[in-house]
Nanobody, 118 residues
Framework: VQLQAYGGGLVQAGGSLRLSCAPS????????SGWYRQAPGMQRELVAS???????TYDDSVKGRFTISRDNAKNTVYLQMDRLKPEDTAVYSC?????????????WGQGTQVTVSS
């Protein structure tokens, strides 16, 4: 099983993008899920996470601009990114705890590039 991330791209500062992340096969549901990002030469940082019950956490740098949400019926996690800034430019990767019986555990998606031009 793989996590598939979509929605990256190039946008001007102040614009919006929405990232999506979903597993490649049906699961028995998912636990905590979220998004990391890594800019060139920088450490990876946790952008946002959401529990199976909808409790969210955000890095201070994105609070008030990014919104993480999930559709449990579709096993999909979203990251709505508004008022984007050039410093948001990074490769964004999703993760999720997938319930797959004996294969349950944390899975990672491939990164998707987000580039914000000034």
């Amino acid at each position: 099983v793989q996590l598939q991330a979509y929605g990256g791209g190039l946008v001007q500062a102040g614009g919006s993008l929405r990232l999506s992340c979903a597993p490649s096969e049906n699961t028995f549901g998912s636990g905590v899920s979220g998004w990391y990002r890594q800019a060139p030469g920088m450490q990876r940082e946790l952008v946002a996470s959401i529990s199976s019950g909808g409790v969210t956490t955000y890095d201070d740098s994105v609070k008030g601009r990014f919104t993480i949400s999930r559709d449990n019926a579709k096993n999909t996690v979203y990251l709505q990114m508004d008022r984007l800034k050039p410093e948001d430019t990074a490769v964004y990767s999703c993760f999720a705890y997938l319930r797959l019986g004996a294969r349950s555990g944390y899975y990672w998606g491939q990164g998707t590039q987000v580039t914000v031009s000034s």
